[in-house]
């Protein structure tokens, strides 16, 4: 089960995606498919076949962000955050290899075509919810549980832009 919390910038940006799926990608697809449609036999017709695929998965992917929108909760930040990790944070954290890390904590449909998102739903970010800076916390990975080291915590948008 997906956690149903976005951030205003991620709720922005699958809105962006279903009006460019819905206002521009349909219509020119759809175009497609009926040129296609009218040179006749469509059984062997790549140009047919392939728009006509092509506007099944637009549909789907129309339909699963209109149901997905509508169940979403944006996140705002809020200054009580401050000094503690919780959603929408920028954390940058260290274990004792000198390994460190940095990563967004964000919900489940912003993680895509990002390196430096991860979901709510991590082991990651629930292990470090609510701690601070200096705080330590303890990750099960499939090699044995690892230590980690808080180093900073931001909320600043400035971070997110990279």
Not at 32 to 38: R, Y
Not at 137 to 159: H, R
């Amino acid at each position: 089960m997906k956690t149903n919390l976005v951030t205003r910038k991620g709720y922005e940006k699958l809105q962006q995606e279903l009006n460019h799926l819905w206002k521009v990608e349909r219509p020119e697809t759809t175009k497609k498919v009926s040129w296609a449609a009218s040179l006749g036999d469509r059984s062997e017709n790549a140009d047919y076949q392939y728009n006509k695929k092509r506007l099944r998965e637009i549909d789907w992917r129309v339909r699963y962000l209109r149901k997905r929108l509508e169940s979403l909760k944006i996140v705002d930040y809020s200054p009580q955050q401050d000094g503690k990790v919780f959603f929408g944070a920028w954390v940058e954290i260290e274990n004792d290899d000198g390994e460190t890390l940095k990563f967004r904590i964000v919900g489940p449909d912003e993680i895509y075509g990002r390196n430096d998102y991860i979901s709510i739903d991590s082991p990651m970010a629930r292990a470090c919810l609510k701690k601070q800076v200096d705080d330590d916390f303890e990750v099960p990975t499939p090699n044995g549980t690892k230590t980690w080291y808080i180093n900073s915590i931001s909320y600043s948008d400035d971070d997110a832009e990279q």
